[in-house]
């Protein structure tokens, strides 16, 4: 059974970052293409990056584009999100996803497999 358990949420001032990580556990990470996506309260579930099963292949959403960057590491079996130069509008509980396949996914109909979510907030 996959399990996906991220961390690295918290409290950040605006202009500041910090480092998700989902780490899988119950099948061969390199396998899976990872996402993450993110919702706010009173919005809906939105996406935020995602990443090929190497790691050679991103996407991103235009609101995060040049401040986000996800990577992974196969050994660790996990992947990462770092969220540099943060807005008050980043403000979200973040979950990481998981789907078999070659290439990389946006929607979130595309995955099989999601985490528990983190608290992102970021104060102005």
């Known amino acids: 059974q996959v399990q996906l358990v991220e961390s690295g949420g918290g409290l950040v001032q605006a202009g500041g970052s910090l480092r998700l990580s989902c780490e899988l556990s119950g099948r061969t990470f390199s396998l899976f293409a990872m996402g993450w996506f993110r919702q706010a309260p009173g919005k809906e579930r939105e996406f935020v990056a995602t990443?090929?099963?190497?790691?050679?292949?991103?996407s991103y959403a235009d609101s995060v584009k040049g401040r986000f960057t996800s990577s992974r590491d196969n050994a660790k079996n996990t992947v990462y999100l770092q969220m540099n130069n943060l807005k008050p509008e980043d403000t979200a509980v973040y979950y990481c996803?998981?789907?078999?396949?070659?290439?990389?996914?946006?929607?979130?109909?595309?995955?099989?497999?999601w985490g528990q979510g983190t608290q992102v907030t970021v104060s102005s």
């Open positions: 990443i090929s099963w190497s790691g050679d292949t991103t």
């Open positions: 996803a998981a789907t078999q396949g070659s290439w990389y996914y946006v929607e979130s109909r595309e995955y099989d497999y």
